[in-house]
């Protein structure tokens, strides 16, 4: 009697997490395509060319693809010698802000203006070597009033394997 007790509460567990599952579309309010892909690639433009003096312009990014379905933007950097560590890696800094850059050039498109971030939770999981080609996949998981909350996550572009992942919450000024 204990047992049947117990599987009925896992399969009402199990069904509750279903409908959650299929229920997790980002509650976004997503520009057309042709918007997003505008706005991105004149954002990774920008930070290349008007901020090319900063860290965002020399991390380069190049904007690749925007899926509005999945609410997700995927940017490549190239690891340069200058953004190593003391062993010749790729410096933990410089994840953090890859992808803080590409989550919150995604955020901004989503939004058509500018977002500060204002908290970012980062795990690093493998470290990447100078001249390896990361790609950063940023998803908008939510987009309130105030509030845009975000996914990221750097993964080898050579191996698919992930280096570091976030997330992020960034501040809707005009909300």
């Known amino acids: 009697m204990q047992q049947e007790v117990k599987n009925m509460k896992n399969e009402e567990i199990r069904k509750q997490d279903k409908n ?12 057309g395509e042709e918007i997003l892909r505008e706005r991105l690639m004149a954002l990774a433009e920008d930070s290349c ?9 020399m991390m380069a990014p190049e904007f690749l693809r925007v899926d509005p379905e999945s609410a997700t933007a995927v940017f490549r950097y190239i690891v340069h010698p200058w953004e190593a560590n003391r062993v010749g890696g790729l410096h933990g800094g410089i994840m953090a802000s890859m992808l803080d850059h590409a989550c919150g ?12 971030t204002m908290s970012m939770n980062i ?7 100078i001249g390896d080609r990361l790609l950063a996949a940023a998803t908008v998981v ?3 009033r ?8 750097l993964c080898s572009e050579a191996t698919g394997k992930v280096v570091a992942a976030c997330s992020a919450t960034f501040f809707n000024k005009e909300g």
Request: charge should be positive; proline fraction near 8%; aromatic fraction near 6%.
């Open 123 to 129: 795990d690093y999981i493998r470290p990447a070597e």
């Open 146 to 153: 105030r509030l845009i909350r975000m996914r990221g996550e």
């Open 105 to 116: 050039l995604t955020a901004t498109a989503w939004l058509g203006h500018w977002a500060p």
């Open 142 to 144: 939510s987009l309130g």
């Open 20 to 31: 959650k599952n299929e229920n997790k579309t980002p509650d976004v309010k997503t520009p």
């Open 49 to 57: 060319v008007r901020q090319k003096a900063t860290t965002n312009g």
